[in-house]
Nanobody, 127 residues
């Protein structure tokens, strides 16, 4: 059974930091791309970042580039999203998602096309 379990969300003041974790099981982690997406109330879902476990490529949305860092621990089958300089507009439910990694990972990131999804973790940034 494929599982993606997010954790690390919470309430933080603007300017603060949080690290989200996504623990994966049930598939060959090394061959997959893992993405982080978010959705705020009343807004469309947004792809935040993606990492390819195959070649280490990373992608970020313009809204988080320079503030968020994605990383992967293959041995722990865990992907992290380090979020710094948080803003109230970063408030959302954050999801991790997975799909087999290939040459189209960047398109996958833009189109938010994944095979498996986690349940999400709430991040709230107060002003």
């Amino acid at each position: 059974e494929v599982q993606l379990v997010e954790s690390g969300g919470g309430l933080v003041q603007a300017g603060g930091s949080l690290r989200l974790s996504c623990v994966a099981s049930g598939f060959t982690f090394d061959n997959y791309a893992i993405g982080w997406l978010r959705q705020a109330p009343g807004k469309e879902r947004e792809g935040v970042s993606l990492i390819s476990n195959s070649d280490g490529s990373t992608y970020y949305s313009d809204s988080v580039r320079g503030r968020f860092t994605i990383s992967s621990d293959i041995a722990k089958k865990t992907v992290y999203l380090q979020m710094s300089s948080l803003k109230p507009e970063d408030t959302a439910v954050y999801y991790c998602a997975a799909a087999p990694s290939d040459y189209s990972d960047y398109l996958r990131f833009l189109r938010e096309e994944y095979d498996y999804w986690g349940q999400g973790t709430q991040v709230t940034v107060s002003s």
